[in-house]
């Protein structure tokens, strides 16, 4: 028994508590999990390493039996971990491909196969250059193009059907006459409001040829309710492209394309308009490097008489190319016949200082002089009417006795500012410029007169006399360089206004 006493001092010593051998055996302490060590937990970025806790003994009380009392033990402390700051090491998105480019969008249907490929492949490869020339020249009026059909609720990519037409060249003229950036046959460039005579001709204005153009896109589009049928009609017309339809039974492009109711041309068009707006939209993709040219920007002004261009460009200290690269619609050299107030284009910044010298100069240096051909039933008054004329001036000017007119004589005649009478029937009967030719002026003042042949007269003596060239005779006159004069025939002839 004092062994089993002993034994049980030596225990109660080790855990501070005291023991007698009449006590109940002592309950069993609680488990207190091991303290984590640092290999069990690895260091992860930002956090402290746990420590293991130190637990105070629990004290011993003077009065406390020396049985053993189980005492509750706390969790293990853990040291305050330092918050982990939102970071990018935690969950990182990979960040993009430097190389990864952004696809283009387009608002008409674009798909890709092996037609619109090849197409591709021609563009990129056999007309390269000239392709490269079409995309440059785009910059001029992709703009402006855009804008009116933006205006028009149109797809704006349709743009490019002119990429195809005409390369964006207002002076592209087909075999077949097209005319224009967007290539108006003259029967359908009439229909949507373009006027075509001798004078001028719109489908080469970039601004009422694109408005025609959107027109004419919306109705094929409001007929067929799908754009690669409207753009299959733009080339071969609603007309044969409905009876394909018709003959076919097909009702989507590409079902018609592999019947042979199309040509070769229309089968190919809607291909070679998607692959060139691929292109266009994406060069650098195909290895396009483009100098785009400018866009297309100016003044207008009114112009209430015919005028010569020269004149205007002299007057507004710009060269007569500038303006003729803005306006070319124009087909004479001056403002058409038939306006009231014709607006012409003049570079961005002119208007001003054209408006103030126009003004300043005489009227009769305004007056722009016109050889006519008279034609069958024209009178000395209806052919004053129609240029804004009297027919004294008329008969005054060609030294004329009567009033009656020789069909295919040429007389002179001076341009008024009245509005004209310009005939219904000039657009549509064939009449070509020949029947009227602009009198070029002479540098600084001049004045037009007929002049009549007398018999020994020879084109030199003639040049000599009036203090100008046989050359310019020749071209006042449409003489060929073989063609000689006779005594009694009229010749217009222009002399400065100082010597008349």
């Known amino acids: 028994m004092r062994w089993v006493c ?7 010593a080790m855990v501070g508590v005291t023991a007698c051998a009449s006590a109940p055996p002592p309950r069993p302490r609680a488990h207190v999990a091991p303290a984590p060590s640092a290999a069990s937990h690895p260091a992860r970025p930002g956090v402290a390493p746990p420590t293991s806790p130190q637990l105070p003994a629990p004290p011993m009380a003077a009065d ?9 033990v706390p969790p293990p402390a853990v040291a305050a971990e330092t918050p982990i700051p939102p970071q990018v090491s935690i969950i990182e998105e990979p960040a993009p491909e430097p190389d990864e480019e952004e696809l ?7 798909i890709l196969n092996s037609s619109v490929e090849s197409h591709i492949e021609y563009f990129n490869t056999r007309i390269r250059d000239k392709f490269e020339l079409w995309l440059s020249r785009s910059g001029r009026y992709l703009p402006l193009m855009k804008e009116i059909f933006k205006k028009n609720n149109l797809p704006e990519d349709l743009v490019f059907v002119s990429l ?14 097209a005319v224009g950036p967007w290539q108006f046959m003259k029967g359908t460039g009439l229909k949507y409001g373009l ?8 489908r080469r204005d970039p601004v009422k040829s694109t408005v025609a153009a959107a027109n004419y896109l919306k109705d094929l ?10 753009l299959a009609s733009y080339n071969a017309g609603e007309g044969r492209v409905g009876r394909a339809m018709a003959k076919s039974k097909a009702d989507d492009f590409w079902d018609l394309r592999s019947t042979r109711y199309l040509r070769p041309e229309t089968r190919n068009y809607v291909p070679k308009f998607m692959a060139a707006t691929i292109i266009a939209k994406n060069p650098e993709k195909y290895g396009f490097t483009l100098n785009y040219h400018e866009p297309l920007q100016y003044d207008e002004v009114a112009i209430d008489r015919p005028t010569d261009l020269r004149l205007i460009a002299k007057v507004a200290s710009v060269t007569y190319e500038d303006l003729k690269n803005l306006n070319p619609e124009l087909k004479q050299g001056i403002t058409p016949l038939g306006y009231d107030h014709y607006l012409l284009k003049l570079p961005v910044g002119t208007k001003a200082v054209f408006e103030e010298n126009f003004s300043k100069i005489p009227e009769w240096e305004k007056t722009v002089w016109l050889k006519h051909i008279v034609r069958r039933g024209e009178t000395l008054s209806s052919v004053a009417r129609k240029f804004g004329t009297t027919t004294a001036t008329l008969r005054d000017i060609n030294h004329l006795k009567r009033p009656a007119l020789r069909v295919g004589s040429t007389i002179l005649v001076p341009t008024g500012n009245q509005e004209l009478q310009v005939e219904e ?3 549509s ?7 009227i030719t602009v009198v070029e002026p002479l540098a600084g003042e001049s004045k037009p007169f007929t002049y009549r042949v007398k018999r020994g007269d020879t084109l030199w003596n003639i040049a000599k006399r009036f203090n100008t060239t046989i050359d310019q005779i020749r071209k006042w006159n449409g003489l060929s360089q073989t063609r000689t004069i006779r005594a009694g025939q009229r010749l217009i002839l222009q002399i400065a206004a100082e010597q008349s």
Do not use: C, H, K
């Not at 075509?196 to 719109?202: G, K, L, N, Q, R």
């Open 6 to 12: 002993v034994m049980t001092v030596l225990v109660g």
């Open 64 to 72: 406390q039996p020396a049985a053993a009392v189980p005492v509750p």
């Open 104 to 110: 283009p969008t387009y608002d008409v249907p674009i």
């Open 164 to 177: 195809i037409e005409s390369g964006f060249n207002p002076y592209a003229y087909s075999r077949s006459r």
């Open 195 to 202: 006027r075509i005579d001798e004078w001028i001709d719109e």
């Open 221 to 230: 589009y409001a007929l067929f309710n799908s754009w690669p049928l409207a």
């Open 425 to 427: 029937t000039a657009a």
């Open 429 to 435: 009967t064939g009449v070509t410029s020949a029947s």
